[in-house]
């Protein structure tokens, strides 16, 4: 079992889904974990079900929220792990679509990542260990219709994932992303509620047709998703950084 004893984890939109998943198995593996978010609802239900031992609140778009939140939390321990998990997508037709879209996705899938990572990358760089994960997506790297914006954005993170490798290879720290397909979680609840009102169909007519490319035939659980962040985060992960670490069930 990976060892985190010791270890201070923080972990960005940690309230729900995947990031609740992960910091509860960071958790489990003797980290304590900080999640942080933007509702605090959400936050304390997380640290009262043992997922995390505090909570900050602020929204990744807001660099210096970002900033304030995360000096608070290390004030406590310096942080060991970033796992930059707060996202968010929508879909619409490119030519229906705006610019503005385009703006919002990357501030929330990108500048969110950015904010976080230069909040703690110094001190992890000073102390010689750090652990960065993102939470990308299979469309950081292949296309989808409808969702132009969002695939740009989470290419984009995973562009900054490996260049960002490249400049920490040699301070102990890792930067490496995680690329979940469709997840079990409030985001695709809500894409297939999204679909059975402007069509009409069911609700498992239209998971069918979300899953009819799909290898493995059903949705990725979010503690798969947690299992492959916690592997990156261990001891026996220390000399892979730069990658991306697919959740798919083989559609890449």
Known sequence: MTNLHGRHALVTGGGRGIGRAIAASLSQAGAAVTVLGRQEGPLKDAVSAGAAKAYAIADVTDERAVAAAIQEASARAPIDILVANAGSAVSMPFLKGSSQQFRDMFELNVMGVVHA????????????FGRIVVNSSVAGLKGYAYVTAY???KHAAVGFVRALAQETVKNGVT????????????LVGSAIDFVTSKTGRSQ???LADMLRDKPIGRLI????????VLYLCSPGASAITGTTLTVAGGEI
């Open 117 to 128: 990572t230069r909040a703690v990358l110094g001190d992890m760089v000073k102390r010689g």
């Open 151 to 153: 695939c740009a954005a």
């Open 175 to 186: 930067v490496n992303a995680v690329c979940p397909g469709y997840t079990d979680t409030d």
């Open 204 to 206: 498992d007519a239209a």
């Open 221 to 228: 659980t979010p503690d798969e998703v947690a299992s492959a």
